[in-house]
């Protein structure tokens, strides 16, 4: 009885310890719910079959998650370590599938964060070149999300006057491992500044496998899956 206990409070020690390593990867989360498949045996031996992860308003790198549905299989950790009270790592590359979804509110919040705001500049002054030489800055103010396509309003700070941005882009899935961003519009005060069909190409890189992607109005979806490097 006693060396079952024992067991038991290792392995509610490791739980806690995944709990907590799951906290550390985002700077903000709303509601999570945990469930570790796997058997006492299993988790002392730091080999975990399976872990399934839902969570909602999560922020990640600056990324305002609406919900997070996910599975993780076959993990290794360095559970000798965690029992001395270091912090967990992940041992071997870790497969996560499962499904992602922003609201357009989330979104815009997300366009502040350097991941998504460099895309979206990088893009523009791909297409805008004139702009990227006079422009000190861009404010990425908010997203539309709607069928297929997003609206985004931002400013273009130059030398001597702000400068209002709409831009209308598609975004389309042309592969699990690369995205068509087209078309392009971008207009200002009601000018056209671009028109193009032929768009950017975004390579995701191997780590990331996505599906299926969906633009709906108020919402964008994406289901695949990502390889969580140690």
């Not at 071997?92 to 705001?117: H, M, N, R, W, Y």
């Amino acid at each position: 009885m006693l060396k079952k206990k024992k067991f038991k409070l290792v392995t509610n020690v490791l739980a806690a310890a995944i709990k907590l390593w799951l906290r550390t990867q985002v700077s903000h989360i709303g509601q999570l719910k945990l469930d570790i498949q796997a058997g006492d045996r299993q988790l002392l031996s730091g080999c975990i079959p399976s872990v399934s992860i839902v969570a909602q308003d999560a922020i990640y790198q600056g990324l305002h998650l609406s919900f997070v549905d996910l599975l993780a299989k076959n993990i290794s950790i360095n559970v000798g370590s965690v029992l001395k009270g270091q912090q967990l790592q992940l041992l071997e590359k870790v497969p996560v599938i499962g499904e992602l979804s922003q609201l357009q509110e989330d979104l815009s919040a997300s366009l502040s964060s350097t991941l998504l705001s460099t895309a979206l500049t990088d893009i523009l002054f791909k297409f805008l070149p004139d702009y990227s030489t006079n422009s000190k800055s861009t404010s990425w103010d908010r997203v539309e999300i709607q069928e297929n396509q997003l609206v985004i309003s931002a400013t273009m700070n130059q030398e001597n006057n702000s400068q209002p941005l709409d831009i209308c882009i598609g975004l389309n899935l042309l592969s699990p491992h690369e995205l068509l961003v087209a078309p392009i519009l971008v207009t200002s005060n009601t000018k056209t500044l671009l028109a193009s069909s032929d768009g950017e190409y975004l390579n995701l890189g191997s780590d990331v496998e996505i599906q299926d992607l969906q633009l709906l109005p108020g919402k964008i979806i994406f289901r695949g899956m990502i390889y969580v490097n140690p």
